[in-house]
């Protein structure tokens, strides 16, 4: 009997996985990403920019809990003059021209398929050797030295902070999805100018910077390099993940979100729990693809949260004494 398949064989077999096109589409190139694609696209940025082209090739990267918005999308794409190219995990096949891969490591296929059908196969070809390099260093049967369960040991039990330079800001976006989705873990990304929340998140409750733990992911700038002198004295631990290698550009984003994946994996194995998606992200995800809205309700074990009438239910608590006292209070009222 074949063993199940689990993200952590996924991860390692993933570099040199994409099997989609690899001819460069006609440039110039525009990019956008929503639902599944999002994520893809940002990264994607040391490649194309994200816009919308007015002629060239539109690529428009998505999953069907956000067919609508790229259908928008891709409209427009054409009604400006470009040739728009629908890449997406699922969907109807009018609204589809290459199909990807679909769950938490979607990212990979999408943004291959960008740099190939871009004119970077280059690129493509040196992310896969990072990657590769990572998976035989990260890999579950490496229980010495392995980079990425190290990392998972040092976040347990704590919050991390996740910072990047400017230009490098889709990776706090990255890490924040991975170590939910996949670690089941909360993080909070520090996106835009990070010295007025260093200097002032945690003033007012110095406890707060208890269990914290901030992750400088890729090349620290000047100013992240202040924002760590400065956290050093509020919070636990300042980690900085560099880039794989020294590598530089699209490549290398995209091997620090596959190493991301693969801490973000360990760290739910040592809180207990499974890598993969819940259940509930699939009827969610459903929900908004427009399937059947009365099969696919949500439902989780917590109070119910719908509305309180607050008068009626005050009214149903009060004792019968407490009513007629009201009511002859409304009769004296009256007269």
Known sequence: MNAPITLLTLLETLPGSYAGPARPDEAPYGLVGVGEGALAAAIAQTLIASSLTRGGTQFVLGS???????????????????????????????????????????????????????????????????????????????????????????????????LAAPEAEALPHAWQHLLARTGKTLSIPVLGDPLPFVTGAFEAQHEKGDAKVALILGDADDTLLLAREILESRIDEIIHVPYPDGAVGYPAALALWYFGAWVAAYLAERYGQQPGDLPVLGRAQGVMSGEDRAQARLAAPRDDLRRTNVLKDWADDQDVDDVELDEDEDDRDEE
């Open 64 to 162: 069907p809990d956000a067919s609508a918005l790229a259908t928008d999308y891709a409209d427009l794409a054409v009604v400006a003059g470009a040739n728009a190219r629908r890449v997406a995990t699922g969907g109807t096949p009018e609204e589809i021209d290459v199909l990807v891969p679909g769950g938490p490591l979607a990212t990979y296929h999408f943004a291959q398929f960008v740099a190939h059908a871009s004119g970077h196969s280059d690129e493509a070809a040196a992310a896969d050797a990072l990657l590769a390099d990572l998976a035989a260093r990260c890999a579950p049967h490496v229980t010495e030295n392995n980079p990425a369960r190290d990392l998972a040991w040092s976040l347990w039990g704590r919050t991390p902070l996740l």
